[in-house]
């Protein structure tokens, strides 16, 4: 578990460099991929968004518009970013997942369990996901399912 949590963490650190450099360029192919927020102005934009680019340290990424919401964000009013994911066409279908797991961390979650779920195949759900997230089904739910048992 220690191990899968630390490669999990590379993962995260490798994908926000990225998405760093998606914001900095301002990369409208991003949007629906990941929203971030400014702990300083309270608020989350797409990476596309023609706002004032604000230094890295006040930034964090989110992988959805409803958890940079519960974290207590508010969206932006020149992007909309609450609407970023209808551009990316498997961003709904991540989602769904995602939503998915988290209405059901407490029961065994295979890849197979998860793929009936939303009516895909295996290997698709796999591939787009970990293209998407960055990260496997998998370390997706452990990590949620860590932050469940800390909370």
């Known amino acids: 578990m220690h191990r899968e949590h630390v490669i999990y963490q590379d993962l995260q650190v490798a994908n926000e460099e990225d998405y760093w450099q998606a914001v900095l360029a301002k990369d409208a192919s991003f949007d629906g991929v990941f929203v971030y927020a400014v702990r300083s102005t309270g ?47 498997q961003a709904e279908l991540v989602q769904r997942v995602c939503h998915y797991i988290e209405r059901h961390l407490e029961s065994p979650l295979t ?10 195949s295996p290997h698709y759900l796999q591939r787009t996901f970990k293209r998407i997230m960055g990260i496997t089904p998998r370390q997706y739910t452990e990590a949620r399912r860590l932050n469940w048992l800390k909370a």
């Open 43 to 89: 608020i989350y934009c797409r990476p596309s968004c023609p706002a004032r680019r604000p230094h890295r340290e006040q930034v964090l990424f989110f992988t959805l518009p409803e958890a940079a919401q519960q974290a207590g964000f508010r969206s932006c009013r020149r992007c909309y970013p609450q609407d970023a994911t209808a551009s990316h066409p």
């Open 111 to 120: 890849l197979a369990i998860l793929s009936e779920a939303v009516s895909i």
